[in-house]
Structure formats: C-alpha cells, structure tokens
C-alpha cells in the first residue's frame, strides 16, 4: 500500500491491522512531522490478558518501533465500572484488591512486547485509576457529562444491543464511556497523547473520547481501530475447546501457546504472520505461498515468533523441540505441560474421561467421554479403548508419569506425587 508519509500507517495499512482511522491523512501527516502519543486501554477484569488482546498489544508494538511513544493504560478505575461493549449482561464485579492483584500480573504480558523507560519514544504504563479514583460526582456532571448526548450515548452499539435484545443495562456501566472518554482527556493533559487505538467494537467510545477532549480542551484527537479477528472457518480468535488462550506462563504453558498457533488453519497463515509477528512482508509471502505438507512449516515458524514475542526465544525453540521430539519421534518430552495427581487415587483407579477433564485437555467430563467415544483420548500414546477405561498405577513408567493426549497435538504429563 503507497501514498502513506509515515512509516507507522504504512506499516499497520499494509499489514491489514487497520479497520477504521478518524482522519487518516492528518494522523499521516502528524506522524510523520515529529514524535507522537498514542495509548490503548486494558481493563483488569481477570489476571492475564489473552490472545484476543495480541492485536492491540502489536498496535502499541508497531507504534514504538515506528519511533513513536506509546502508553498501555491499565483500567484499575474503570474495572470497577465494567465495559458493557460486546457483552450480552453485566460483568462480575470485582473487589479493588482483586483488580490490584490483576493488574500486577497483566503487566507482565508487555514485557516482551514494549521498551518501558524514561525516554521519548519508551513505553509508559499508566493507571486511570490516579484520576477517576479522585473524581467527585458533581463537578464530573458539571465538567464532564455537560458534554454528553443521551441521544447520541443511546446509538452506541455497547448500549443499543443490550436494549435492542431488550437486556439490562446498569446505570453504573451505562457511565463507562463517559470514563473511557476522560481517560483520552487526561492522558492528552499528562502525556500528550493524540490518539487512541483499540479493537473496533470500541469506535464509537474512542470517537467520543477524541469529540470531549475537542469540546474541554480544544485538542486535535485521533481514532483508530483494528478489525474484530475470526479464523477462516469463522471461530473467534483467542478461543479452543479448552477455553481462552492466555498469554501469562502460569495461566497457559508456552508449548500448549506454541501448540495453538502451530495448529493454525491453512489459510490463515499468511494473515496471522502479519498481525502477530515482525517478519518482512517478503518473508510473509514466501511462507505464504507454500503448499501442501510444506504448509505445515510455515506454522511451525508462525508459532515460534509469535511465542518468542510472548515468552522470549528459550521458551519457544523449547517449545517448538518439545513438539519436534513428541510428533517426530514420539517421546514424552520433559518440557510437556505437567499436573500432578496424588499416587493414591491411581492405586484406588482414576476414569480416564475424569483425568482428561482434571488435566485441562476437555473443558468438561462430558467433553472428555465425547473425545474418548471419537478415538481423540489417547494414554501413553494408544487409544483409550472406552469413556468407562480406568487409570491407575500400571499404567505409569519408571518415572511415576503417564502421557494423556487429546488428538495428535495436544498432551500433558500426568506425575504420581
């Protein structure tokens, strides 16, 4: 893609992470004039951040090596709201020792990603709770809610799909945009900051952001967002059978995060090189281009990037050699995820579909006999021959482990302690 003066919107454009942009040009012309500001937000609603955030977290990736400053704001004041965008009931809410307990861990998930530090282009983390902590309920009505149209809040799709589907809508999260815009007014007044990124179900929130920091301060904001992301047979990005693909070690190992990206439909590889990794387009379509068995290569360098930029270059090659050995050459590889299970349940005999489930290899015990009744469940690398087969302590090695399998690609450890 040509015409663009920058190097940043060249870059997002020509790896498609763009889905809409409030002023390309200016925003063009702006970045490429001189150093600028940009933040995406990141409420603190469960301890990890997960491969349905990877997207935004590239955004703030390319936005810095593009010699740009970019901020990741932690929600610590408005997890306590809770965004209603794209959800069909109101979030759990949380205590604030819970959000402060999240917080700490999210903030591990940059740390591969960003250069954090004190320079003009180094990665800042802020916390909107500093300000909306602070806030009195008057002078924000004064200040702030002058500014907003119930009219115009009402057209919002995080608030007109849950009335439309005639769903209740709290008072409490029906002021989440109202914070969501101050943070885009305070992060101009502290950092500069001109724009705002986020995933597309977040427009109308951002744009009303950059109109109040336009109607308080007379600034020039900016709006962009990237595509909402599904697999090319239309499944949701982020999403297994197992549940969310979480990019925290101690909430997903990185073989099982490797495992994810290596079993990556044929036809999203090309896609998912440019969103989620820092290869040369040249290389994206070299890979790209490849066909049949050779396909399978391209994934395996997929996932190895995109696990390096999530748990540095040890994790993934041990990750991609863990499955080398384990698919190649059969063996149960130390660096498998591993549980433990007390050896007396396996002298008294354990259901297999039960183990599978307590493993983390079915989301349920039904899910499990369903997997063994397909021929999916496998024990030391054989078919578990019934959902009714039972485990116990013949079945381990010399060692005091056992291998559970779900289909070719997914295996744990099982370890008697």
């Known amino acids: ?6 190097d940043f919107m060249r870059i997002v454009h020509e790896r498609g992470m763009v889905h809409q942009c409030s002023d390309t040009a200016r925003l063009d012309e702006l970045l490429s004039s001189g150093t600028r500001t940009a933040y995406i937000g990141f409420d603190c609603t469960a301890d990890s951040l997960h491969v349905g955030h990877l997207l935004q977290i590239m ?3 390319w936005w810095q090596k593009s010699g740009h400053k970019p901020i990741a704001l932690m929600g610590g004041g408005t997890t306590k709201v809770g965004d209603p965008s794209g959800r069909d009931e109101t979030r759990q809410l949380l205590t604030p020792a819970q959000i402060d307990d999240n917080m700490a861990s999210i903030k591990k998930s940059f740390a591969n990603y960003l250069a ?5 282009t180094d990665a800042v983390m802020a916390n909107n709770a500093e300000w909306l902590d602070d806030l009195l309920y008057i002078p924000l009505l004064r200040d702030v809610g002058r500014h907003f149209s119930v009219n115009r809040m009402l057209t919002m799709d995080s608030v007109r799909l849950r009335l439309e589907r005639d769903q209740p809508l709290t008072f409490l999260e029906f002021n989440y945009m109202i914070l969501q815009s101050y943070d885009f007014v305070e992060l ?3 950092h500069n900051c001109i724009v705002q990124m986020g995933g597309s179900d977040q427009w109308g929130n951002i744009v ?3 109109d109040l920091g336009r109607r308080m301060q007379g600034a020039e904001l900016f709006a962009l967002t990237s595509p909402l992301l599904t697999t090319a047979s239309g499944a949701k990005m982020g999403k ?5 693909v979480w990019l925290n070690p101690d909430r997903l190992s990185p073989y099982d995060f490797w495992q994810y990206w290596r079993n990556t439909e044929d036809a999203d590889v090309g896609r998912f090189l440019k969103l989620f990794t820092d290869l040369p387009l ?3 379509a070299r890979l790209e281009a490849l066909q049949g068995q050779e396909i399978n290569e391209a994934k395996k360098i997929l996932a190895t990037e995109v696990t390096t930029l999530a748990h540095g270059k040890q994790a993934a090659e041990s990750a991609a050699e863990t499955a080398r050995r384990t698919f190649e050459e059969g063996a149960k590889a130390d660096t498998l995820p591993t549980v433990e299970l007390p050896r007396a349940r396996l002298k008294a005999g354990i259901s297999a579909f039960e183990l599978l489930h307590e493993a983390g290899l079915a989301d349920s015990k039904n899910e499990a006999r369903k997997l063994i009744k397909g021929g999916g469940g496998r024990l030391n690398d054989k078919p578990i021959a019934s959902d009714t087969t039972t485990v116990g302590e013949a079945d381990l090695d ?4 056992l291998k559970l399998s779900a289909g070719r690609k997914r295996h744990v450890l099982v370890r008697a302690v």
């Open 282 to 284: 040249s290389e994206v």
């Open 398 to 401: 010399s060692e005091g482990t």
């Open 1 to 6: 893609m040509s015409g663009f003066k920058s």
């Open 59 to 61: 955004l703030l990736r």
């Open 240 to 244: 297994t059978a197992a549940g969310a």
């Open 208 to 210: 009303m952001g950059a």
């Open 188 to 190: 101009h007044k502290r």
């Open 116 to 120: 954090f530090g004190t320079g003009a």
